[in-house]
């Protein structure tokens, strides 16, 4: 992937990301995200106070191919499973919005 589309997708996360964490809450929650080649992943950060850490969950990978960006939501014991309801698509945006919409309840507790 070209790096003009790697910062045009990470100024989107970042936009995404000041809009779904309040400031008021990010001393207990934040979201980031990672690159490994072609997979992006999505995490929440959360603190584990006794072991004086921050621990992190998965919560949705977007894997990018010839056919378009896929999702796969994050299992509690790290791995991710495809979400077959979500059809690939080259538009990462929109693939993001369907993250956000979360019809199934596989990414962000209600």
């Known amino acids: ?9 990470e100024k989107i996360l970042d936009g995404y990301i000041d809009l779904k964490v309040p400031v008021h809450v990010r001393s207990s929650v934040n979201l980031q995200y990672e690159w490994n080649n072609n997979t992006l992943t999505l995490c929440e950060r959360r603190p584990d106070l006794p072991k004086k850490e921050w621990v992190r969950s998965n919560i949705v990978q977007f894997v990018r ?12 014991d790290g791995s991710f499973v495809p979400v077959s309801t979500i059809r690939p698509d080259p538009d990462f945006e929109k693939q993001l919005e369907q993250v956000e919409l979360d019809s199934e309840g596989l990414f962000w507790i209600s």
């Not at 191919?65 to 299992?75: L, M, T």
């Open 1 to 9: 992937m070209d790096n003009f589309t790697i910062k045009r997708i």
């Open 65 to 76: 191919n010839n056919e378009g960006w896929h999702v796969y939501a994050g299992k509690e």
